[in-house]
């Protein structure tokens, strides 16, 4: 079973702070999301990875930076968290290499919410 | 960019009924993906379509993909409470040769009572 775990499910910071929300798969999976899930607005990519130290921006890269030491491991960073960025952050990992059904799929870790006060 | 809207935001539905969510893609997909999310949950995937007019079907769940590969729907016969998520498709779109990335659509949520 493919596990993509995310290091915290709760977190609270404070304004201007500086941020790290990791995300491991075991998968040895190419690619690698970070997302962020508000109500209404569903999810919207921040960055992507589809090799190690390779980064992509997403429609909403702006306030974020991510990290790809390596495969298995993708880090998000807020590096001065602000109140907007409340909300929940997904991460995600899928392969295209793979034949039938598991090529493209997205296999998500259970989430990080992050509240900034 | 791409974007991927998906109707209805919300839907609310008796036990025994149907539900349908329509997705639109604002450019033609390589393939389409639904994912379901329980509430407090993440995404699973359900199914990926590919081919032009393609219709699959997973019990009570009929997944269709356009003709044009712009648009797709999920229809649900007799709901059940076990139904109850949101509902996200997700346009897979290549941006090299061989990586790959997916749009989600804004997501259905259902409610189902009974």
């Known amino acids: 079973d493919v596990k993509v775990t995310q290091s915290s499910r709760y977190l609270v910071k404070r304004t201007g702070e500086k941020v790290f929300l990791e995300c491991v798969q075991d998968?040895?999976?190419?690619?690698m999301f970070w997302y962020r899930q508000d109500p209404g607005l569903g999810l919207r990519l921040i960055y992507f990875?589809?090799?190690?130290?390779?980064?992509e921006k997403g429609d909403i890269p702006e306030g974020y930076s991510v990290s790809r030491e390596k495969k298995e491991r993708f880090s998000l960073i807020l590096e001065s968290a602000s109140t907007n960025q409340t909300s929940m952050y997904l991460c995600?990992?899928?392969?295209?290499?793979?034949?039938?059904?598991?090529?493209?799929?997205?296999?998500f870790g259970a989430g990080t919410r992050l509240s900034v006060l | 960019g791409q974007q991927v809207m998906q109707i209805p935001q919300y839907q609310h539905v008796q036990e025994g009924e149907d539900f349908t969510t329509y997705c639109n893609s604002s450019?033609?997909?390589?393939?389409i993906q639904w994912y379901k999310q329980r509430p407090g949950g993440h995404p699973v995937f359900l199914i990926q379509?590919?081919?032009?007019?393609e219709v699959k079907k997973q019990k009570r769940l009929t997944f269709q993909f356009g003709e044009a590969k712009k648009n797709s729907s999920l229809h649900i016969t007799a709901t059940q409470t076990t139904d109850v998520g949101t509902y996200f498709c997700?346009?897979?779109?290549?941006?090299?040769?061989?990586?790959?990335?997916?749009?989600f659509g804004t997501g259905t949520r259902l409610q189902v009572t009974l």
């Open positions: 990875s589809y090799d190690v130290k390779m980064k």
């Open positions: 997700a346009g897979l779109y290549y941006y090299t040769g061989t990586a790959s990335k997916l749009t």
């Open positions: 379509l590919v081919k032009s007019g």
């Open positions: 450019t033609t997909l390589s393939n």
């Open positions: 998968m040895d999976h190419e690619n």
């Open positions: 995600a990992s899928s392969t295209d290499f793979r034949g039938g059904l598991a090529k493209n799929i997205q296999y």
